[in-house]
């Protein structure tokens, strides 16, 4: 049973590039959501997706947006890259009605110089 | 607003201790409180509490949660070297769905 798996590994992009983050959620998940921890911080939201839609989004700016196709898969892209999006990106799945059970990717280290 | 404070934010012990870490709440309608260890990248799963299930244990790990003052602790008795890493507490935020607000961490350095 595959677990929540993200890609790539590591980018390093430079000020004002666009990147595109992946996402694979674990088996019968049907939900994905994305947060952003930098270095010595906990996870911050940025946003959730349930059936292709964004249903509710965190205090991040519109060049963070976000994308899930009909296999639940998703896509986090951000555009016009600040050296603060520097950080861990993490994506977490889960079903719609056990929203405490989130399982966590490993996460994308994006490196913005 | 909601938040999440924890509390030491790092810590270094050596093996064999105790070690007591805390996290404080204050979110609307709270439901759950939920641990995770952050070893290397991804977030893994500890405990759940809930107003049903005040206290968890497994193994070396326990915790508790008291609603009354909206804290919840996690204790590690005879800690190890493995145990080494930060550890998360988040609480759902209601009405956000599967929306978790995340405490800052403790860093948990554990030498031989």
């Known amino acids: 049973d595959a677990g929540v798996t993200q890609s790539p590994t590591h980018l390093i992009k430079t000020r004002g590039q666009q990147v595109t983050l992946r996402c694979s959620p674990k088996?019968?998940?049907?939900?994905v959501s994305w947060y952003q921890q930098a270095l010595g911080q906990g996870p911050q939201f940025i946003f959730q997706?349930?059936?292709?839609?964004?249903?509710q989004r965190g205090n991040f700016p519109d060049r963070f947006s976000g994308h899930q196709f009909p296999n639940y898969s998703s896509e986090l892209n951000v555009n016009a890259l600040l050296l603060g999006d520097s950080a861990l990106y993490l994506c977490?799945?889960?079903?719609?009605?056990?929203?405490?059970?989130?399982?966590f990717g490993p996460g994308t280290r994006l490196t913005v110089t | 607003e909601d938040k999440v404070v924890q509390s030491p934010l790092s810590l270094v012990v050596h093996e064999g201790d105790t070690v007591t870490l805390n996290c404080s709440y204050e979110?609307?309608?709270?439901?759950?409180l939920l641990w995770y260890k952050q070893e290397k990248k991804a977030p893994t799963f500890l405990f759940m509490l809930?107003?049903?299930?005040i206290e968890k244990k497994s193994g070396r790990l326990s915790s508790i949660l008291d609603k009354k003052e909206l804290f919840s602790i996690l204790n590690i008795t005879a800690t190890q070297t493995g145990d080494s890493a930060i550890y998360l507490c988040?609480?759902?935020?209601?009405?956000?769905?599967?929306?978790?607000?995340f405490g800052a961490g403790t860093r948990l350095a554990v030498h031989p």
């Open positions: 977490a799945s889960s079903l719609v009605f056990r929203e405490n059970e989130q399982y």
């Open positions: 088996s019968g998940h049907d939900t």
């Open positions: 997706y349930y059936e292709e839609e964004e249903r």
């Open positions: 979110v609307t309608n709270f439901r759950s």
């Open positions: 809930t107003s049903s299930g």
């Open positions: 988040a609480v759902p935020i209601s009405g956000g769905y599967n929306k978790l607000i």
